[in-house]
């Protein structure tokens, strides 16, 4: 793998001019005590793991931005503020969501460390071009498990890989798959060109909104739908669906999307590498009416529905060796 390279289209569209703030933020709240030599340990493991949280961002002539592996990198930012209460993660987490991070002097990730006595909140936050949901999740989890564990293993180093390194052999072999992904790529380059760049759009406190709900009432449903033979997930989105549609009606959602794993279908990216873009599939009944008195029947058929889109999924082909 080379020391250097150029942002895939799906990460120059996340990364925009780099004068956005295109990050979101996973929080942990712990119990006990932490330290932060350990921390700051966890941090530099972390780091060198990934050779992508060892890069800098920098530009091309024609203004395209880079990988640039460093051979003493920045270490991974840190921030400690004093834990005074059980809500200050949101207002930090809102912070680190309107901060820009500055790739040309900084790693793409950073963490904030609300320190309290007995109690304590971890607020990490990742530039969105080098991390999707679950790779911010593999990356919190490795923290915390050196904090735990000074001398654990945490699994391969990842080079600097290209959209062309995590493409299976299978799909490489497939003309129909590359003619339908440069198909793709020149729509969306397309798509981007034609765009106009207006204002960053605000979600304001959408995005801090917490669901719980009662263990007992959560055993239930687990149960429920397993006798029902319909996946909880499945369940839940149509609870959700239904829900939205009684209070905006069917015209007043525009549409219904749900993120699909692409680690499952690329075996390059298992074991822990960072990946930013996240297939999505949009939700439905496959045509049948919502109605509340059929809740399990709908569940059956988004739940069809959504294994059939899934099934379609390029990755999902390649590995299947179609063609």
Not at 119 to 147: E, F, N, P, Q, W
Not at 227 to 254: I, K, N, P, Q, Y
């Amino acid at each position: 793998m080379s020391a250097r390279r150029p942002f895939a289209l799906f990460e120059r569209g996340m990364y925009l001019d780099g004068q956005r703030a295109v990050a979101f933020v996973l929080p942990a709240t712990l119990a006990g005590t932490l330290d932060e030599p350990r921390l700051r340990l966890a941090l530099d493991r972390v780091q060198a793991r990934h050779a992508v949280l060892q890069s800098l961002v920098e530009h091309a002539a024609d203004g395209h931005p880079w990988f640039v592996q460093q051979e003493a990198p920045p270490p991974i930012a840190l921030r400690i503020v004093e834990r005074q209460g059980e809500d200050d993660w949101q207002e930090q987490a809102r912070l680190e969501c309107e901060r820009l991070f500055d790739g040309a002097r900084e790693p793409l990730v950073r963490l904030v460390w609300l320190r309290g006595h007995g109690r304590s909140d971890l607020l990490l936050s990742c530039h969105h071009c080098i991390c999707d949901g679950l790779s911010a999740v593999g990356l919190l989890r490795d923290i915390l498990t050196v904090c735990g564990r000074p001398d654990a293993r945490l699994g391969p180093r990842f080079e600097l890989q290209g959209g062309a390194d995590v493409v299976p052999p299978e799909a490489k072999r497939n003309r129909w798959l590359q003619r339908r992904a440069q198909l793709k790529a020149a729509l969306f380059k397309g798509f981007i060109r034609l765009q106009r760049i207006g204002p960053p759009v605000s979600y304001g406190a959408a995005y801090t909104l917490r669901w719980s709900i009662e263990p007992a009432a959560v055993q239930a449903l687990v149960r429920r739908a397993k006798d029902e033979d319909v996946g909880v997930f499945a369940a839940l989105c149509t609870a959700f669906m239904l829900a939205c549609w009684s209070v905006r009606g069917v015209r007043g959602v525009d549409k219904f999307v749900a993120p699909v794993d692409a680690r499952r279908y690329l075996p390059s990216l298992q074991g822990g590498a960072l990946f930013t873009m996240a297939p999505t599939v949009r939700l439905g009944f496959g045509g049948r009416k919502p109605r509340a008195a059929d809740f399990w029947g709908l569940a059956h058929a988004l739940q069809a529905d959504m294994r059939r889109q899934v099934d379609r999924q390029p990755g999902r082909a390649a590995c299947r060796g179609v063609g």
